[in-house]
Each structure stands twice: as structure tokens, then as C-alpha cells.
């Protein structure tokens, strides 16, 4: 079984940073696949952003693109999510998520992911 923690939400101004940080617990978590999703009042959980075990591979959703980094520190089994020129709409609670092995459907649905974080709260004012 795989822990995963959030961190790093707050309260921003439209333009401002905000680096989300998952730290998973497993001693194998470090090899899986993981990915960031969202989740704002009255609308479905949407894909954010996804990493291969590696880190070398990466995918983002298109309202993201540019403006948001995933990134990974294996040796720390953290996931990081850098977010940059925020803005309201990217006011949700973040979740990031981990796929433990071989990939069913793709990185991008929430289906395909085993472990869940409790989320962090982003919110964004224009």
C-alpha cells in the first residue's frame, strides 16, 4: 500500500505561484507513475498533469500547458507540481495519485490511478 500527502495549497492573487508538493510513503513509489488531478465545486475531478516512473515523460492538459511543471524527486519519493501565472479558474482542490503498475487506459483518467491523496486547497483571486 502506498500513503500519499499533499501539501502547499494557499489563498493567491491571479498571476502569483504556488508549488504543490506529494510525498508518497511506499518504498517502491518511487518507480510508479504519478499524476496530478483537480476538482473545483459542482464539476468532475479533470486531469492536470502526469509523470512516468522515471520522470522523463510527461503530460499535461491542455489548460495547464505552459504554465504548470510536473516534476519528481525520486530519492525523496516526492512529486511536485509548479504552477505559475495562476489564475481563477485553477481554483480547485489538487489531488495527486499514483499508478502501481502496467497502465490499462493512459495517465490522464482518474480510473487508472491506485492510491489517492486527501488534496490541498488552491484558490486563486482576479
Known amino acids: 500500500q502506498v500513503q500519499l500527502v499533499e501539501s502547499g495549497g494557499g489563498l493567491v492573487q491571479a498571476g502569483d505561484s504556488l508549488r504543490l508538493s506529494c510525498v508518497a510513503s511506499?518504498?517502491?513509489?518511487?518507480?510508479?507513475?504519478m499524476g496530478w488531478f483537480r476538482q473545483a465545486p459542482g464539476k468532475e475531478r479533470e486531469f492536470v498533469a502526469a509523470?512516468?516512473?522515471?520522470?522523463?515523460?510527461?503530460y499535461y492538459s491542455d489548460s495547464v500547458k505552459g504554465r504548470f511543471t510536473i516534476s519528481r524527486v525520486n530519492a525523496k519519493n516526492t512529486v511536485y507540481l509548479q504552477m505559475n501565472t495562476l489564475k481563477s479558474e485553477d481554483t480547485a482542490v489538487y489531488y495527486c495519485?499514483?499508478?502501481?503498475?502496467?497502465?490499462?487506459?493512459?495517465?490522464?483518467?482518474?480510473?487508472?490511478?491506485?492510491?489517492w491523496g486527501q488534496g490541498t486547497q488552491v484558490t486563486v483571486s482576479s
Open positions: 509523470t512516468s516512473g522515471t520522470g522523463t515523460l510527461k
Open positions: 511506499g518504498r517502491t513509489a518511487n518507480t510508479y507513475a
Open positions: 495519485a499514483a499508478k502501481a503498475g502496467r497502465l490499462t487506459t493512459g495517465l490522464s483518467a482518474g480510473s487508472e490511478y491506485d492510491y
